[in-house]
């Protein structure tokens, strides 16, 4: 293979065997001069097959998973420790290995465009995403010779690296043959021609991954170490809120990250050797997180949408339209001197309906030219006219409610600087259009310092509908605010990324793929909370948080309905399976002033108190006796004793004074007391006063003693009696009166 980018038809090795001239056992760099074979020697010239570097990969991050072991990844070796603490490696020279995937970010690799590749493209650079600055490189140390049998992969600081060992092409078989399915990826040396291979690992290991497998059409499926899949390494995992309710003034924490779940296996990914690392802060890859309201509750689904987009960049590659990429990956090429134009952008892989449009204002200014859903955008002419300085991007529809998108931008010449993210908030009742979009880039004026050279455009999710209440940060807590209203409080959290500058041409994405949503933490400020039977959070019944400061308001049914408990009722309706005892709803816990005429203040909550109120009916028990017309009973056995009015009859409460307090409060009273029942606040504690003993005289004229035995619990008059009892719901004690056994007077005569 030369540097050029083309593998032989044929491989040969003797000294004397010159191909393309240049002998078998020589680099092209070595050879001085004479370019063609000596008389004796064989001279080949061969066809050349075309190595074609897999360029929408550029911009991405990716593991690296061999085919004949799909558990494993490309890893960088780890393990280093200071005083227990874990310190992450990335030093020149460290060796790479194949292991377990355990969401490592030091088993991800970046890869970024590097070197020319002798074909107006470029070789990758496929950097580790632990080395500071994205420059440690994987690698083909010391192995520079195509006819050496094994070399071995390290990473090393790219501007560090020699010759073109740091410099690779990651592609597919080329197309003029069909050995394999063209899925599986080959990673090839810019400095000999050898693959990365796994030199037969199909289990962890901590050998340096290999670099061997000569380039020989023939054996493009028998290669079966040197074959790779490369799988988009995206954000994912969980993150979480430290409530599930708070209230404006609560400080909050943001869990997933430094602050733990209960459940440690809960957390963002990856994180593997960055997350509670000694050196932490300097590594590239680091959590933003922000903060979302919403008006309703729900867990967010799993959607895989991705914009594709495609453009122009000016004469490269004769002026065509580039394939299609990843939008998030990159949109252009880091070429000196090439503006973009001829934009298109498409959605792909969403659940959700909906479309994306984008519109471009050229380098000299005047209109905006709009497009959506692949159409393309200036595209009327060559890029000396088509050049565009400012861009936008938003969406409509169903996705505009599920996605927010990030847009930057790169300046051709000038500082070269990407510009700052520009965070579009989109919806779908409220759609962006095209005046009210945010722009992206310069505004332009005629000098190629507007010029763009290249975009990079994130997909950001979100709870249907909510808005942003706290931009991106590395915060990880929160103090709730009175004007985030009420609503239902998410976290968004990405993972982004610490770039060399802002005018690199290696890096084009500032953060990976994928967004990780929390669960609803319900927050209440501006709303209606009903209490019933209580006073305190315990007996929050009802919460109507669908209110606006200053609106008049009106007691909900829904409320009711929560408030109301089964059977409480006035005696009307003792034992109905209703709540017709309800008092209603008061402005205040002592229930004097009734909730009429109201109005949602303009910050906190309405708070309105109301009870249930329950009946106390008393029945005789089965076998009780009961009083008889006409007989009189008294206190003593005696016809001289006093008469007791009213004896072995069930209490009449009319007229009762009635007290009753709960929560230290002092209640109105009821007023429906009567004949043998009473009505109570629920919750109520009731004691059951017994009665005395009372005489009746026999016509044989002896005396007996009836014993009152107490309130039963049930009617048949078994059980214990009741001293007190707990007013929940309609109730019925049952009173039991009894000739005494034995008490020495039932046969006197006075």
């Not at 509908?465 to 959290?493: K, N």
Request: net charge negative.
């Amino acid at each position: 293979k030369e540097q050029s980018g083309f593998v032989s038809l044929l491989k040969c090795t003797g000294d004397n065997v010159w191909m393309n001239g240049v002998p078998a056992n020589k680099n092209p760099n070595d050879i001085k001069g004479r370019r063609f074979a000596p008389d004796n020697d064989m001279a080949i010239n061969v066809e050349k097959i075309y190595i074609e570097n897999d360029l929408a990969l550029m911009g991405g991050i990716f593991k690296v998973i061999p085919v004949t072991a799909p558990d494993l990844r490309l890893d960088l070796i780890q393990g280093g420790y200071e005083n227990g603490i874990p310190v992450t490696r990335y030093e020149n020279g460290r060796g790479t290995c194949l292991w377990q995937d355990y969401d490592g970010v030091n088993q991800n690799w970046m890869f970024w465009p590097n070197k020319s590749d002798g074909l107006g493209c470029f070789t990758f650079c496929i950097a580790n995403m632990v080395g500071p600055g994205l420059d440690r490189g994987l690698d083909n140390r010391g192995h520079t010779s195509p006819t050496m049998e094994r070399g071995h992969a390290e990473i090393w600081r790219n501007p560090e690296s020699t010759n073109l060992t740091n410099s690779w092409w990651v592609h597919h078989e080329p197309s003029i043959t069909n050995e394999t399915d063209h899925r599986c990826w080959f990673i090839t040396s810019d400095a000999d021609g050898q693959r990365l291979d796994t030199w037969g690992a199909t289990e962890d290991s901590a050998d340096c991954v290999a670099v061997s497998s000569p380039a020989c059409p023939g054996v493009w499926a028998r290669q079966v170490n040197a074959q790779w899949m490369i799988e988009e390494a995206v954000c994912h995992g969980e993150v979480g809120l430290s409530s599930d309710e708070a209230k404006p003034g609560d400080s909050l924490k943001i869990l997933g990250w430094h602050n733990k779940f209960k459940d440690e296996t809960r957390y963002i990914r990856p994180s593997g050797w960055v997350l509670g690392t000694k050196n932490e802060n300097v590594l590239p890859v680091y959590p933003i997180f922000r903060l979302y309201m919403s008006d309703r509750a729900e867990e967010i689904t799993e959607d895989n949408a991705v914009i594709m987009a495609s453009c122009r960049v000016g004469s490269w590659a004769n002026g065509n339209q580039q394939s299609e990429a990843y939008s998030h990956r990159h949109i252009g090429w880091p070429h000196g001197g090439q503006p973009i134009f001829s934009l298109e952008m498409r959605l792909q892989d969403s659940n959700y309906s909906g479309s994306i449009h984008y519109a471009a204002q050229r380098w000299y200014g005047g209109a905006w030219d709009e497009g959506a859903d692949g159409s393309k955008v200036c595209a009327g002419g060559a890029h000396d006219t088509e050049a565009m300085g400012r861009v936008k991007v938003w969406l409509t529809g169903d996705i505009a409610d599920r996605y927010d998108l990030v847009v930057r931008t790169k300046l051709l010449n000038g500082s070269c600087a990407w510009s700052d993210p520009v965070y579009v908030y989109n919806s779908k009742d409220r759609p962006l259009t095209l005046e009210t979009a945010p722009a992206c880039g310069l505004e332009p004026d005629g000098s190629s310092n507007t010029k763009i050279s290249g975009m990079n455009v994130h997909l950001i999710r979100k709870p249907t509908g909510a808005r942003v209440v706290r931009e991106f940060s590395t915060d990880e807590s929160l103090t709730l605010t009175d004007d985030l209203g009420s609503g239902y409080l998410y976290v968004a959290a990405m993972l982004g990324l610490r770039l060399p500058s802002r005018s690199t041409d290696r890096i084009w994405t500032d953060r990976y793929r994928g967004t990780v949503v929390s669960k609803p933490c319900r927050i209440e400020s501006a709303c209606v909370e009903y209490y019933a039977d209580g006073i305190d959070g315990a007996h929050l019944v009802y919460r109507d948080s669908d209110v606006h400061p200053g609106d008049a308001y009106a007691p909900v049914d829904a409320a009711l309905e929560a408030a109301g408990k089964r059977p409480c009722n006035l005696d009307a309706h003792f034992g109905e399976d209703a709540a017709s005892g309800f008092t209603g709803w008061f402005k205040d816990t002592a229930l004097v002033n009734p909730a009429v005429s109201l109005e949602i203040p303009e910050k906190g909550s309405l708070k309105l108190y109301g009870r249930n109120r329950c009946t106390l009916r008393i029945e005789y028990a089965e076998g009780s006796i009961e009083p008889d017309d006409g007989a009189v009973f008294r206190k003593e056995p005696s016809d001289r004793a006093e008469v007791v009015e009213g004896a072995l009859g069930l209490i009449d409460f009319t007229g009762r004074i009635e007290k009753h307090r709960l929560d230290k409060i002092d209640l109105p009273a009821i007023g429906d007391d009567g004949v043998a029942h009473a009505a109570f606040y629920r919750g109520e504690s009731v004691t059951l006063a017994g009665s005395a003993d009372v005489f009746t005289k026999r016509e044989d004229g002896t005396w007996r003693r009836l014993v009152f035995k107490g309130y039963m619990p049930d009617k048949a008059g078994g059980g214990s009696p009741l001293s007190t009892i707990k007013m929940e719901r309609d109730t019925t004690v049952y009173a039991m009166w009894a000739y005494a056994e034995s008490d020495g007077v039932a046969s006197a005569k006075r």
